[in-house]
């Protein structure tokens, strides 16, 4: 009996000390965030192309948030992408910038969930961490469940 219960309290110690997954935006727009939990979603998209690259920027009244997806030809369904390099990730409020230029790949990545070549359109999910740019700056932002659908390129 005793062991009964120190498995059953074993047990509800794990349950309990797992992180709550943070649930998606139920939002029809085609690109949706959170931003250190503050629901973002908006209809004003912008593509910036060069070359293989693509940027993509969401706005409204009180954030720009901007995704950038490198060799968008050689990628395809299921591809996840860490954000390896600077500028991956960007977010502005007001007039301070945060980029995800100070951390490791495994603080964001973007995942493909559907991508038409020929249509020119790309979906999928992403979330990442940045830092204020500005020198000597520190603050950090955390963007999670993002979303973007139908994005045409």
């Keep these: 009996m005793k062991d009964f219960v120190l498995i059953t309290l074993a047990i509800a110690v794990m349950f309990s000390s797992c992180k709550k997954e943070e649930e998606a935006l139920n939002s029809a727009d085609p690109f949706s965030c959170k ?3 503050v ?3 908006t209809t004003a998209i912008n593509i910036e192309s060069l070359s293989d690259n693509m940027k993509i920027i969401a ?9 950038s997806i490198e060799s968008i030809t ?6 996840v992408i860490p954000f390896s390099a600077s500028n ?6 007001g007039s301070t910038t945060y980029s995800n230029t100070y951390f490791d790949p495994s603080k964001g990545e973007i995942a493909i969930t559907t991508l038409d070549l020929s249509g020119g359109k790309i979906s999928g999910t992403f979330f990442f961490e940045a830092q204020n740019v500005a020198p000597n700056e520190f603050g950090t932002v955390n963007v999670t469940v993002g979303t973007f659908s139908n994005i045409s390129f």
């Excluded at 706005?59 to 995704?67: D, G, H, K, L, P």
């Excluded at 050689?74 to 591809?79: H, L, M, W």
């Excluded at 991956?88 to 409020?93: D, E, L």
């Design 39 to 41: 629901e973002f979603s």
């Design 59 to 67: 706005s409204n009244a009180t954030y720009i948030v901007s995704i």
């Design 88 to 93: 991956f990730g960007n977010v502005t409020i």
């Design 74 to 79: 050689a990628r395809s369904v299921g591809d």
């Design 35 to 37: 931003i250190d939990g």
